[in-house]
């Protein structure tokens, strides 16, 4: 099989075999369903109920704040209880709508969307705003504002991420399993935007029947390609992605779209085809609940707002005491303190350890392997740029390309002296850039 790649990047212990093999499980919830506010990047969006409301599944409950931003639907049919901060799995209280679900389910109508054949180009994007997507592969990024560059008319590459690089995640994968033809008719509906465009199904080459279902569901398709990519981590990071499959190199101030690409996550392709065929808002998504703590590691189709531990507990719960609980995956995800937080539009799994590896190790002093260089995707010098955030040195930081990194976390993994190099970036990268907000 070939294998596009991009340079650097890790192998670590892929971890997929617990859940890769489970089938994905609708999930009914039962308790209280919590709604951010702010569930992407952009404005947060307005409430547009109020305490006491009833709400049906798929109505509307805050609408986006401005252009960069979406809207948020209610996965169950309900009362408003409260409007106001919760916790969520970053540990931040976020203004948010619970709502009491009555275990009716009962359904809004469905959104007022056309035919895809009567349908222009502006009303594929008014489909996608109005059902509130956005880049559900981490990032959050409103879908209705990347299908929206400058010049539709430069971009050439319309690239659906199906790598999945994060070890333990097993979302995209059985949903590529499962439903393929969603996915392909999602990007073709992309694909309806950019007359000049190609489309590629990117999927890294463990995942070979992923491969061949999509190649043959693609064999008459002649503006689409699947594409296997070299199995290593990153390749699922937008920069390598674009690079890996199409030789163009993008920096960390350019878009995709400067360099004719647009891309696309799995969940968030399959999510446009349920808008735009289905007419359906964005209210569920495939989170995986995984790692050696869980009894029983599985794939469900979870309505957003659901909390964690509901999720946790339809696992048959903790098998020992985890050490770490993970929203995400281990090399991009972020440590929880608390499980009872909701799942939102970005939430792709919940990787539960028995043991915290990385609070065992104790940091030394560099050896000057160059490790953390070779496996940089980012080629930058991740021990420098480590000193230089640890000393608040921002000046040298910029000089040395601090914001190529892609937090992809490689460097640390690598290093013999277990520095903790990816955090010391990480913090110093925040900082930047909410100066540069400012
Ligand atoms: S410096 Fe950034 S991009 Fe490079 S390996 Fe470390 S975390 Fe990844
Ligand atoms: S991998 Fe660790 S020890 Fe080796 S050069 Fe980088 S920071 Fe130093």
């Known amino acids: 099989m070939a294998g596009f790649t991009f340079k650097g990047g890790i192998h670590p212990y892929e971890g997929k075999e617990l859940t890769k093999d489970k089938p994905i499980r609708r999930f009914t919830p039962q308790g209280e369903m919590v709604y951010p506010l702010s569930q992407h990047i952009g404005a947060p969006a307005k409430p547009v109920v109020k305490k006491g409301d009833r709400v049906l599944k798929g109505q509307m ?38 709502v009491e679900g009555d275990g009716l389910f009962e359904e809004a109508d469905p959104l007022p969307i056309g035919e895809i054949e009567d349908m222009s180009k502006q009303d594929v994007l008014d489909a996608v705003k109005l059902a509130g997507i956005v880049g559900m592969g981490g990032a959050g990024f409103p879908t209705h504002v990347k299908l929206s560059p400058k010049d539709p008319d430069k971009i050439n590459y319309c690239i659906v991420n199906c790598s999945e690089c994060e070890p333990y995640l097993t979302s995209d994968y059985r949903r590529m399993l499962e439903e393929p033809e969603k996915l392909v008719a999602g990007l073709k509906i992309i694909l309806c935007l950019f007359d000049h465009a190609e489309g590629i199904l990117a999927v890294e080459d463990n995942k070979p029947d992923c491969v061949k279902i999509l190649k043959e569901l693609t064999f008459n398709e002649p503006r689409i390609t699947v594409k296997a990519l070299k199995t290593k981590y990153p390749q699922g990071a937008e920069r390598q992605l674009i690079y890996a499959t199409t030789r163009r190199a993008i920096s960390s101030a350019m878009l995709p779209a400067d360099a004719g690409c647009i891309v696309n996550n799995v969940d968030t392709v399959v999510s446009i085809y349920h808008a735009v065929i289905e007419k359906r808002p964005l209210t569920e998504r495939i989170v995986t609940v995984t790692g050696d703590a869980i009894a029983d590691p599985c794939n469900y189709l979870v309505p957003t707002g659901t909390s964690m531990q509901e999720l946790i507990d339809a696992s048959g719960g903790f098998k020992v005491k985890p050490e770490k609980i993970i929203a995400g995956g281990p090399m991009m995800g972020f440590a929880m303190f608390d499980t009872d937080v909701p799942v939102i539009k970005t939430s792709s799994a919940i990787t539960c350890f028995s043991r915290d590896e990385v609070a065992r190790y104790s940091e030394s002093a560099c050896i000057n392997c160059g490790r953390c260089v070779d496996v940089c995707p980012g080629r930058v010098i991740p021990a420098r740029l480590a000193d230089y955030a640890n000393n608040h040195d921002e000046d040298m930081f910029l000089k040395y390309n601090g914001m190529e990194c892609c937090e992809c976390g490689c460097c640390s993994y690598i290093c013999p002296a277990k520095r903790q190099l990816t955090q010391s970036i990480k913090t110093m990268r925040k900082l930047l850039l909410a100066k540069k907000k400012k």
């Not at 979406?70 to 709508?97: E, N, P």
């Open 61 to 98: 409950i805050a609408e986006a704040g401005g252009f960069v931003s979406a809207h948020v639907y209610s996965s169950v049919s309900g009362t408003v209880k409260s409007i106001g901060k919760h916790r969520v799995a970053t540990g931040d209280m976020v203004q948010s709508i619970t």
